[in-house]
C-alpha cells in the first residue's frame, strides 16, 4: 500500500532531515510514528502527499508512484488520502454538515450524492446529530471529529493523522483514537503520527521510530520508548 525505498530528503548538503528510508506499510495496518521533534515525521508527512518531493528515492503509495508526481495530479491523488491534522482548519460560516460536503463541492460532487454520502459519514464520527451545528458550538473533541468525517468523505484507502489529539484532552483523545480503530477496521489503512506515548503505548500496534532522519526501530506491537 505504502512503500520508500532508499528516500532521502535534505535542502542543502547539511540539512538531511530523512536519510535512506526504506519502510512498507500494508493495506488494512494501523501504524504508529513516533520521535522527538526533528526526527523528520512532519517531512515524512509532507512527501506522502505530495506537498514535497523527495531529493532521492521512490515513493509509491498503491498504484501511484509519487516520487516525482506533477502538481496537476496532486488533487486526485489527495482523494485516495484523507489527511488530518492537529489544526481543525474549519470553515467557521459553514455547519458541520458543510464542512464535510465542501470536500465533494471542490471535487464537483453533485448535491444528490453529497446527500447520499455525508450523512451516512458523519453517523461514522458520532456527529449526526451536530449537522447543523457551526464549529464555535463544538467542543474541541467533535471539532476533530468533523475534520476526521471530512477526510472519509471520497472513501480513501489510507488516512494519515498527523498529531489528530495533539490539542485534546485525555477524554476527547479516547474517542478520536476509537474512531480511526473503528475506520480501520473498515479496511482503510491508518498512519498515526503521534506524540502521545500513552496513546501508542495503548494501541499495541505496529510502532515505527524516527531519530535524527532515520527509523531506528519497527516493531509489531511495539511500544513508544524514546
Not at 454520502?117 to 458550538?137: C, F, H, M, Q, W
Request: hydrophobic share 40%; no cysteine.
Amino acid at each position: 500500500m505504502i512503500s520508500l525505498h532508499g528516500v532521502s530528503k535534505f535542502y542543502t548538503p547539511e540539512a538531511v532531515v530523512l536519510k535512506d528510508i526504506n519502510l512498507t506499510i500494508n493495506a488494512g495496518e494501523f501504524v504508529s510514528v513516533v520521535g522527538q521533534s526533528g526526527a523528520g515525521k512532519t517531512t515524512l508527512v509532507k512527501l506522502l502527499i505530495a506537498e514535497e518531493k523527495p531529493t532521492r528515492g521512490k515513493i509509491k503509495l498503491g498504484d501511484w508512484d509519487i516520487t516525482n508526481i506533477r502538481s496537476s495530479v496532486v488533487p486526485f491523488l489527495r482523494r485516495q488520502i484523507g489527511v488530518i491534522f492537529q489544526d481543525f482548519k474549519l470553515l467557521p460560516k459553514k455547519t458541520v454538515f458543510e464542512n464535510v460536503s465542501f470536500a465533494l463541492e471542490v471535487a464537483g460532487v453533485s448535491a444528490l450524492r453529497i446527500r447520499q454520502v455525508v450523512p451516512p459519514v458523519l453517523n461514522i464520527v458520532g456527529l449526526s446529530d451536530k449537522a447543523g451545528r457551526y464549529p464555535t458550538e463544538l467542543s474541541g473533541g467533535e471539532q476533530q471529529r468533523v475534520v476526521i468525517a471530512r477526510s472519509l468523505v471520497h472513501r480513501p484507502k489510507v488516512i494519515i493523522a498527523d498529531e489528530p489529539t495533539g490539542n485534546l484532552d485525555s477524554i476527547n483523545t479516547t474517542d478520536v483514537i476509537q474512531i480511526l480503530k473503528k475506520i480501520n477496521e473498515f479496511g482503510t489503512t491508518i498512519l498515526l503520527v503521534t506524540h502521545n506515548r500513552e496513546v501508542v503505548n495503548h494501541l499495541r500496534r505496529r510502532v515505527i521510530t524516527l531519530a535524527d532522519g532515520q527509523i531506528v526501530s519497527d516493531e509489531e506491537a511495539g511500544k513508544y520508548v524514546i
